[in-house]
Nanobody
Framework: HVQLVESGGGLVQAGGSLRLSCAASGRTDSRYAMGWFRQGPGKEREFVAD????????SYADSVKGRFTISRDNAKNTAYLQMNSLKPEDTAVYYC??????????????WGQGTQVTVSS
């Protein structure tokens, strides 16, 4: 079992930046892809970005390409999401996930509790 704890959310003005962190504990000896999803008010949870277990492969939703960067530090069992040029539509609860090897398998993922990101216009 893997426990995930997100941090770094908050309130930021449009155009600003935030960096989210996701610390993993438990069975971190297993190799997992890690990723980020988000759920805005009244919306379904949607994919944001993920990164393979070795960091060599990344994927992004079209809505965040060029603005968000996912990375990981396996020595610290931590994944990061650097968010730049934030827009009000990025406002959501951001969830960290871990599963699979290369891509997140949503149906079998471990999930964090979420961290709120609010972007004011």
């Amino acid at each position: 079992h893997v426990q995930l704890v997100e941090s770094g959310g908050g309130l930021v003005q449009a155009g600003g930046s935030l960096r989210l962190s996701c610390a993993a504990s438990g069975r971190t000896d297993s190799r997992y892809a890690m990723g980020w999803f988000r759920q805005g008010p009244g919306k379904e949870r949607e994919f944001v970005a993920d990164i393979s277990w070795n960091g060599y492969s990344t994927s992004y939703a079209d809505s965040v390409k060029g603005r968000f960067t996912i990375s990981r530090d396996n020595a610290k069992n931590t994944a990061y999401l650097q968010m730049n040029s934030l827009k009000p539509e990025d406002t959501a609860v951001y969830y960290c996930a871990a599963s699979g090897l290369v891509r997140i398998i949503k149906e079998s993922a471990y999930w964090g509790q979420g961290t709120q990101v609010t972007v004011s216009s």
